[in-house]
């Protein structure tokens, strides 16, 4: 089924450790993001990417990096989890930058 | 500072009411105004969307109307149904690439049998 695969589900964390979510589409799509989702605060942009080889800041950049070394995958990594980045975090794709939008269906991050 | 704000945080309405959730925004470079949908344990998923030239859109029962000049822009659902009980997000972006959106807070709708 085409579309969008998160992973981990979910996961709970230690403060200061490393993680990776992981967020792979296979609908050839050019364009990806990534999204935490917060209760009271609706959906904020982290990361996005334009197209392969490319990223860019969105509104809540600090603490993540991400990399697109391919059209597929859109990796988001906290070098060092703190307690504020628990979170939703939902990567979404789009055919072209100003397409329509399709999200995965998100990873719950808890870090403690 | 909140660029898009949303209205009402939570709403119950009959079966075969109308739900009406409002939006507001700041920023008069948006030009891309679409509705999500999202359900428990799920990802959002877009509904309907609208450009500013024009004051309204429907699709099926939903319908988008615009006020450019209150810079304001909200979601009816005609005859709700049950399944129709979900959270709805506005959002707004602005220039080419629609998917770097501002989202209100959500809306959380129960419609009751």
């Known amino acids: 089924i085409a579309g969008i695969t998160q992973a981990p589900t979910s996961q709970i964390l230690a403060a200061g450790r490393r993680m990776t979510l992981r967020c792979t589409q296979d609908m050839r799509h050019n364009a990806m993001y990534w999204y935490r989702q917060d209760l009271g605060l609706g959906l904020r942009l982290i990361h996005y990417s334009n197209t392969a080889g490319t990223t860019g800041k969105g509104e809540v950049p600090d603490g993540y990096s991400v990399s697109r070394a391919n059209t597929d995958d859109f990796p988001l990594t906290l070098a060092s989890a703190v307690p504020s980045q628990t979170s939703v975090y939902f990567c979404?794709?789009?055919?072209?930058?100003?397409?329509?939008?399709?999200f995965g269906s998100g990873t719950q991050l808890s870090v403690l | 500072q909140q660029q898009v704000k949303q209205s009402p945080q939570s709403l119950i309405v009959q079966k075969g009411g109308i739900s009406i959730i409002n939006c507001a925004y700041e920023?008069?470079?948006?030009?891309?105004f679409p509705w999500y949908q999202q359900f428990p344990g799920k990802g959002p998923a877009l509904l309907i969307a609208i450009r500013p030239d024009v004051s309204e859109k429907k699709e099926g029962r939903f319908t988008i109307s615009f006020n450019k000049s209150a810079k304001q822009f909200s979601l009816h659902i005609m005859d709700s149904q049950p399944g129709d009980s979900a959270t709805y997000f506005c959002?707004?972006?602005?220039?080419?690439?629609?998917?770097?959106?501002?989202f209100g807070q959500g809306t959380t709708l129960q419609v009751k049998p």
């Open positions: 920023n008069t470079a948006f030009d891309y």
């Open positions: 959002a707004a972006s602005k220039g080419s690439n629609t998917g770097k959106l501002i």
């Open positions: 979404a794709s789009s055919r072209t930058e100003g397409e329509k939008l399709f």
